[in-house]
């Protein structure tokens, strides 16, 4: 369903969209990085609206959030594309393949029926990156509040501030994958920046939102101790120790079918790393240790 997108701006022949740090400039008849926000006659639409491509129930842990309802089911659902082109992606099926994608038509009124018929206490925008469908998870949030329904975005956290400060008032929780903790590998990997995505957990942190941090360790990007300790040492500096970090163990998927999963020993050294520098909460995601 085709509906006008949020954050954009007209500049000379071009569309600039201010949804995320890309800040793509979409000529007409065309769409932008994440493939759904597309110039018509001058104004931004979005095609990443009511199809929905996945919807489970699942528990609030595989979020993964440890410390926000534990033991509670959540309602999860997402909508095909992604802002990143991580060559990692567990989930490149829907992310990246969005024309290939069977959906089912739900309004953000249906989503909420559904959670309260299966009385779920939290909705996850999860999967792919709600941030590309932004226009209908920010509508299903506000239905949310209505409702007591609480909300949570698992997010790669590349979003601009503004549209993020707009959703923040609707969202109790959030947990951001840090790719890796270098510019350079950053972009290497994603074709994105690690700074907005730090921007963005700062933000959410100082608007009271609940959040919980991924860190993925993949061999010969992100998993060498020296971008582990940088990554601790700057949640000390900005006084973060409090947030729970979950260490997860790579699996060769997508691009990165060549790679072998990630040692389970540098995962135990990310473990002891982040607790011996004062970390409070570090856990191995995928894998027991």
Not at 10 to 33: A, M, T, V, W
Not at 94 to 101: A, E, G, N
Not at 113 to 136: D, G, H, K, M, V
Request: glycine share 2%.
């Amino acid at each position: 369903m085709k509906k006008n997108a949020l954050f954009w701006e007209l500049e000379q022949d071009y569309i600039r969209c201010k949804l995320c740090p890309h800040n793509c400039f979409i000529k007409p008849n065309h769409s932008g990085i994440c493939k759904v926000r597309y110039n018509e006659d001058f104004v931004l639409y979005t095609s990443a609206y009511q199809n929905i491509c996945a919807l489970a129930i699942d528990p609030i842990e595989k979020k993964p959030l440890y410390h926000f309802l534990p033991g509670t089911k959540t309602l999860s659902f997402a909508i095909a594309g992604c802002n990143l082109k991580c060559k990692n992606c567990q989930n490149s099926h829907i992310s990246q393949q969005i024309d290939c994608v069977d959906t089912e038509n739900l309004t953000p009124q249906e989503i909420i029926t559904i959670c309260l018929a299966r009385n779920c206490p939290s909705i996850s925008f999860t999967y792919s990156e709600p941030t590309i469908f932004y226009e209908f998870m920010l509508e299903t949030a506000e239905l949310a509040k209505i409702h007591h329904i609480k909300t949570v975005m698992v997010s790669n956290g590349y979003i601009c501030k503004e549209p993020l400060l707009k959703l923040i008032p609707f969202l109790d929780a959030a947990n951001i994958d840090v790719k890796a903790f270098s510019e350079h590998t950053y972009y290497e990997l994603t074709g994105g920046k690690l700074k907005p995505v730090l921007e963005t957990i700062k933000t959410l942190i100082q608007q009271n939102v609940h959040v919980e941090l991924t860190y993925l360790m993949v061999p010969n990007y992100s998993d060498d101790i020296i971008q582990i300790e940088q990554f601790i040492d700057w949640l000390i500096s900005e006084k973060l120790s409090f947030v729970p970090l979950h260490f997860t163990r790579f699996f060769p998927r997508h691009q990165l079918t060549n790679l072998y999963p990630t040692p389970i020993d540098h995962i135990r050294k990310a473990l002891e790393i982040a607790q011996t520098k004062g970390i409070a909460y570090v856990y191995a995601g995928n894998v027991s240790l």
